[in-house]
């Protein structure tokens, strides 16, 4: 069964203080992960698409990686503004249903 | 470009009334779905289009949820007699939903639903 688990469930760091957030995965056959953002209220915004292992993009102070195992999100010297709800999903090839995580959800203080 | 719109941005009923919700997905897009989304849970998949026919329905909860899409377009989910576990956010995605495509999904701003 196709299958994703986010860790941790919550985070907090102060500004500055960087630091990665896992997305694990199952998946019969990658077609692609995803990470999204999502605000209080708001519907999640478009963060990356990974398609294969090694591959890697950057946004900003944001850092999306893919091993055939699990996805990191790297967050470089957070400000308050990066406090949103990180979501990852998968997209099995041959399938259009995406596969989302819970999230994590990340403070950063001033 | 504009993105995917959904309306009304908050709606509350009151048990056993019937609630219909909008999306109006990027144009040209080809695929659709619909996502609800409780308090503290994941994204939870409802129905898929394909242009205006749904090959995949399994996420709807019961038979007092239905959707349709009209034109290849606008797409309306509809849930009668609502229960208060029907209490929700309501998400929207659309994506260009070719075989080979990256076929990213983009979501619009939800619906929150509140039953009485």
């Known amino acids: 069964e196709d299958q994703v688990t986010q860790s941790p469930e919550a985070l907090r760091l102060q500004e500055g203080e960087s630091s990665s957030l896992n997305c694990s995965y199952t998946?019969?056959?990658?077609?692609?992960l995803f990470w999204y953002r999502q605000d209080p209220g708001k519907g999640p915004e478009f963060l990356f698409t990974l398609y294969s292992a090694g591959e890697e993009k950057e946004k900003e102070r944001l850092k999306a990686t893919l091993t055939k195992k699990e996805s990191f999100l790297h967050i470089t010297a957070p400000k308050p503004e990066d406090s949103a709800t990180y979501l990852c999903?998968?997209?099995?090839?041959?399938?259009?249903?995406?596969?989302f995580g819970t999230g994590t959800r990340l403070k950063v203080l001033a | 470009g504009a993105g995917v719109s959904q309306s009304p941005s908050n709606k509350v009923t009151e048990k056993g009334k019937d609630v219909e919700l909008r999306c109006d997905p990027i144009?040209?897009?080809?695929?659709l779905y619909w996502y609800r989304q409780s308090l503290g849970q994941g994204l939870e998949f409802l129905i898929y289009f394909q242009g205006n026919s749904a090959p995949d329905k399994s996420g709807l909860p019961s038979d007092r949820f239905s959707a349709e899409r009209t034109g290849g377009s606008v797409s309306t989910l509809t849930i009668q007699r609502t229960q208060q576990e029907d209490s929700a956010v309501y998400l929207c995605?659309?994506?260009?939903?070719?075989?080979?495509?990256?076929?990213?999904?983009?979501f619009g701003p939800g619906t929150r639903l509140t039953v009485l």
């Open positions: 995605a659309s994506s260009w939903g070719g075989p080979g495509s990256t076929d990213t999904q983009y």
């Open positions: 144009s040209g897009h080809t695929a």
């Open positions: 998946v019969s056959g990658l077609r692609g």
């Open positions: 999903a998968v997209q099995a090839r041959g399938t259009y249903k995406y596969i």
